[in-house]
């Protein structure tokens, strides 16, 4: 059972969200930590955690702790074929990264533009869990709500 005893936090902005440091999502329990991670969410609504290296698995349950899996694909898959963490990449399974102007890209882009995750579902999900796999140099900042108002909240560095 892992607890947080020596957690320490930094606020993103001013008046919303924070970085949690000292803690290893890959150690989440339960009956540990979770509890400590779920008050300061409801405190702060978006933590940021750093460096932190877990599989598809680790993050299922890790999200699972927060209420039900949403699954937007179930009506796609064939019998038998499990779920798989949604992935947002232009990346291509072959390893190729997709042109400006293809399709995909252009479609990743528009999605960038607007984008209301499940709010529109008559039970929305309670929380995204968003995990940064490859990171550029040079990323565009987020906009995340912040008491009804959008404006960037992550910090740069």
Do not use: Y
Request: with cysteine; proline share 9%.
């Amino acid at each position: 059972m892992m607890k947080i005893d020596a957690i320490e936090t930094r606020p993103l902005t001013p008046t919303f969200g924070i970085e949690v440091l000292n803690v290893d999502l890959t150690n989440v329990t339960e009956d540990g930590s979770f509890p400590d991670l779920r008050a300061l969410f409801d405190e702060h609504s978006a933590l940021l955690f750093r460096n932190q290296n877990f599989s598809d698995e680790t993050h299922l349950k890790l999200a699972a702790r927060f209420g039900p899996i949403e699954d937007r694909k179930a009506d796609e898959r064939k019998p038998g074929e499990a779920f798989t963490v949604p992935e947002v990449s232009n990346i291509m399974a072959d390893g190729s990264v997709t042109d400006e102007m293809d399709l995909h890209t252009l479609n990743l882009q528009a999605n960038f533009q607007w984008h209301s995750d499940s709010t529109f579902l008559p039970i929305p999900a309670l929380i995204n869990i968003i995990t940064a796999r490859v990171i550029p140099s040079e990323a565009a900042q987020p906009n995340w709500p912040q008491h009804g108002r959008p404006g960037p909240i992550c910090p740069k560095t």
